[in-house]
């Protein structure tokens, strides 16, 4: 390669454009994080006065398809016919659980990112179990509190919507933050915003000293009604004529008599004291009336707050995770009768709810969100009816042989001091006082678990933090989900249509399958959002991004995902 010679006149230009070029990204910079609610740049005439973000806990986006023609006028249907829908959008890191998803959908980041890396993990030098939102500095207000309860964000690394948001209007929009699920509720809610949760105890929804020291009069009142007892004694029943249901899983393979999960419809909300109580409250999570509950207080929290109308002319933010399809589809599978008929029962309830918002605040005047945490593996019984190789897996023995194999090859007892799925921590310190080799004894780990009946891949501690995973997708999630402080040495991926459980009946999810990773994603809004199906592949870390677009407010921290602009008017 020849390299020209410049001249000084062309060294003037260059610096001249340059020192032009920094000047306007700086303006540009500082226009977009002071934030106007009623100036969005020329193509968009207004701010959202609400922005409102709907997650369901536990909903493949394969359900939202397989049952859309059932839907009535008003809940998915609408958003589906009124918004932008992406078919292919996916939680897209490699451990589908509760809290890792939550933490996505307004961070924006990956887990090795926002340190959020299960609902549960071990610290790596105590190997004492973390509960995702557990802080002990704050207790529940006028609730019973035990040491790993959800009551703060301590553990969420990186900053979301909410929180830059709040920055770019001087603390004063709004960000409120309900769900059955302390971790749904707190991982919406940010750093700054404020999360209610239902207590399982009491059948209260609550806050924590993290977020106040007194409630608000407008959730005093709600909770002096006791509206979680109005379901005392009702039956879940079918909603839809038995035809509708033909094209599920029969009740004998999702339900076996012999099961404990052998409860059918009718469903009867009781416990065996007679009378509202914990195990009644806790009862009510498997069914449509938490979801129910949820949409009732988020009302109240909208008019206690006046959100959507806030004096400072600035937008506010409400975010609502619906609990109870995950509990549903844990007991049942997504391909049961009961998952079906609490679909419908979801989308009868959203459209009561988005009716509501549209006379309180005007749909014109606010921006939905609506996506999920994870989707769901079928019940092994119906993989197998299905001809599928599908079966439930015991970590702790799994555990048990990798030792076993480990002291028969290296001659050391208990090189692998515990498990946390999908992560096995090894004893690199006795490994290393042995002579044995970090890299030696993770390798030795990787091929034993590789040909471990229903392990399809393993990745090591050296593998993660050097970069060397193959570049395939499954490889791209796992990376993603292993964060270099918090997680384990040696992590397994297990085969399709399994899932580590040793319940005999239900399901769970958890795995980089397109089964747990594909989640409805949806953005619904006239002033803002173009109608229609979109084939783009789209991520749940994209809402950040586009959200932030949109408010013209800085990204979240660790924000990595892209503006959806092909929706955007």
Excluded at 272 to 285: I, N, R, T, V
Excluded at 360 to 385: I, M, Y
Excluded at 520 to 529: A, D, E, R, S
Aim: hydrophobic share 35%; with cysteine; proline share 4%.
């Amino acid at each position: 390669m020849i390299l020209k010679s410049i001249s000084p006149n062309r060294h003037s230009a260059l610096r001249r454009t340059l020192l032009a070029s920094l000047t306007a990204i700086a303006l540009s910079s500082t226009v977009q994080t002071t934030f106007a609610a009623n100036e969005l740049g020329p193509s968009i005439t207004k701010a959202p006065k609400l922005v409102l973000v709907l997650v369901v806990d536990g909903l493949p986006n394969e359900q939202v398809q397989r049952y859309r023609h059932q839907f009535g006028e008003g809940g998915f249907k609408r958003l589906l016919e009124q918004g932008a829908w992406f078919g292919n959008a996916h939680q897209a890191h490699g451990v589908t659980v509760t809290a890792v998803g939550h933490a996505a959908v307004l961070s924006g980041a990956y887990p090795y990112q926002h340190g959020i890396i299960g609902n549960n993990w071990l610290d790596p030098q105590t190997l004492t179990s973390i509960y995702c939102t557990e802080d002990t500095q704050h207790t529940y207000l006028n609730e019973d509190t035990k040491a790993s309860d959800g009551t703060s964000p301590a553990n969420l690394r990186v900053s979301t919507v909410g929180d830059e948001l709040r920055y770019a209007t001087g603390n004063q929009s709004k960000v409120i933050t309900v769900s059955g699920k302390d971790r749904g509720a707190i991982l919406l809610a940010g750093k700054t915003g404020t999360a209610y949760m239902l207590m399982k105890k009491s059948g209260n929804f609550a806050s924590s000293t993290y977020y106040m020291q007194n409630y608000p009069e407008w959730r005093q009142k709600f909770v002096a009604g006791k509206p979680q007892d109005q379901f005392y004694g009702k039956q879940w029943m079918t909603l839809l004529p038995d035809a509708a249901y033909q094209g599920d899983a029969s009740d004998d393979i999702v339900a076996p008599a012999d099961t404990s999960s052998s409860k059918r419809f009718p469903y009867t909300y009781d416990s065996k004291s007679g009378k509202p109580d914990a195990e009644y409250y806790e009862k009510l999570f498997t069914g449509p009336y938490v979801d129910e509950l949820t949409l009732d207080f988020a009302r109240a929290a909208i008019d206690g707050e006046k959100l959507g109308h806030n004096p400072a002319d600035v937008t506010d933010i409400l975010g609502v995770s619906l609990s109870s399809h995950d509990y549903v589809n844990h007991t049942w599978g997504p391909e049961s009768k009961m998952s079906h008929d609490h679909l419908q029962r979801l989308d009868r309830l959203l459209a009561k709810f988005l009716n509501d918002v549209d006379k309180k605040v005007g749909l014109d005047n606010t921006l939905v969100v609506l996506t999920a945490d994870h989707g769901f593996a079928n019940v092994p019984e119906f993989s197998q009816s299905m001809k599928r190789d599908a079966y439930r897996l015991d970590g702790s023995k799994m555990l048990l042989a990798l030792n076993q194999h480990l002291q028969e090859k290296f001659g050391v007892e208990k090189l692998v001091r515990k498990w946390s799925a999908p992560h096995f921590f090894l004893n690199y310190t006795v490994a290393e006082a042995k002579g044995i080799t970090r890299t030696d004894l993770e390798n030795a780990a990787a091929r034993f678990l590789l040909s471990y009946k229903g392990v399809a891949n393993t990745f090591t501690r050296s593998q993660f933090e050097n970069g060397m995973v193959p570049n395939d997708r499954i490889s791209r999630l796992m990376q993603r989900g292993w964060n270099k402080q918090l997680s384990g040495d040696v992590s397994v991926v297990i085969k399709p249509f399994w899932y580590f459980g040793t319940t005999p009946a239900g399901t769970s999810h958890g795995s980089p399958y397109a089964y747990d990773t594909n989640v409805p994603l949806i953005f619904m809004g006239k002033p803002w959002i173009k109608a229609g199906a979109y084939s783009q592949y789209a991520e749940v870390v994209d809402i950040a991004s586009t959200l932030s677009h949109l408010l013209r407010i800085r990204m979240p921290s660790g924000a990595e995902g892209r503006v959806l602009s092909e929706t955007l008017k």
